[in-house]
């Protein structure tokens, strides 16, 4: 029970925050002024795109101070991972369950790294398929990262085209700038191609645990995400997704996808640079 209750919004009163945020959103995208994308954060603190502006925050403060747009730490080094592999200890976890710590999610990209992923059922467990995503291509000015299949992301990994036939006007931004428990984040976007429409996600970091996947054991941020897509027909599905994220690595080690009954998780890796 609240003293104050907040009054309910109308859909009318939503969708036209919506529309202003919008407007502010794309008058800011493509900015590489600083005190655009504090604006913006101004404005909208929780908006649909404030994990994306505090990642462009992130970088144009660190450009600021180093000369470059986007400079990895000091500390990176090469990632190796696969079931006969050894786990590096600083992805295994700290052994104390009462210690989920914070990091900043910042993946570097480099061309040619490659993650080769099965896709399982979840119910029968059986693997239906493996596929590879390989990096190909950085355009860090222009904040996009090009797979070989043609598939499209940001520099935080927000979808901006999978394959060459389905298009985000928007990045779905997956990822928050930082891991932590509790943190929550929304995205909205636009798509185009196979499927039209509009659909949104909210995301919650429920808790860090031990994951199991082909390329080994690992300690992970649980994230679960609920959205609703653009139906192929008259009305939006609802989708619930969790993924299993591990700080240093690009890409989740585990996903499931409970609308599909899949789950993606990853076999083998090979990054060229990792925090």
Do not use: C
Not at 97 to 115: L, Q
Not at 196 to 205: H, K, S, V
């Amino acid at each position: 029970m609240y003293l104050f209750p907040t009054p309910a919004r109308s859909e009318a009163e939503l969708e036209r925050e919506l529309r202003d945020e919008l407007e502010i959103w794309n008058k800011t995208k493509s900015s590489k002024k600083l005190d655009d994308w504090l604006t913006y954060l101004r404005r909208f603190p929780n908006g649909r795109f404030a994990e994306v502006a505090q990642a462009h925050m992130r970088d144009l403060l660190a450009s600021v101070e180093s000369g470059t747009r986007r400079a990895p730490s000091g500390g990176a080094t090469a990632l190796r991972l696969g079931s006969k592999l050894p786990v590096p200890a600083r992805f295994q976890g700290s052994g104390n369950p009462n210690s989920a710590g914070t990091y900043p999610f910042r993946p570097i990209w480099t061309a040619g790294d490659e993650y080769v992923f099965h896709q399982v059922d979840l119910y029968s467990n059986v693997v239906q398929r493996k596929y590879r995503i390989v990096v190909k291509r950085i355009d860090a000015a222009n904040d996009r990262v090009e797979f070989a299949d043609g598939s499209l992301v940001d520099l935080m990994g927000g979808v901006l085209r999978e394959g060459t036939t389905q298009r985000y006007d928007m990045p779905i931004q997956i990822n928050p700038t930082e891991l932590q428990v509790g943190r929550k984040w929304a995205s909205r976007f636009q798509q185009s191609g196979l499927v039209n429409g509009a659909g949104d996600y909210t995301f919650q970091i429920a808790r860090r645990e031990t994951v199991n996947v082909p390329a080994g054991q690992f300690s992970a941020f649980r994230i679960e995400g609920v959205g609703f897509l653009p139906a192929r027909l008259t009305s939006s599905q609802r989708i619930d997704l969790t993924r299993w994220v591990v700080p240093g690595i690009n890409f989740a080690v585990k996903r499931e996808n409970r609308q599909a009954g899949l789950a993606n998780v990853l076999v083998s890796a090979r990054q060229a640079k990792s925090e």
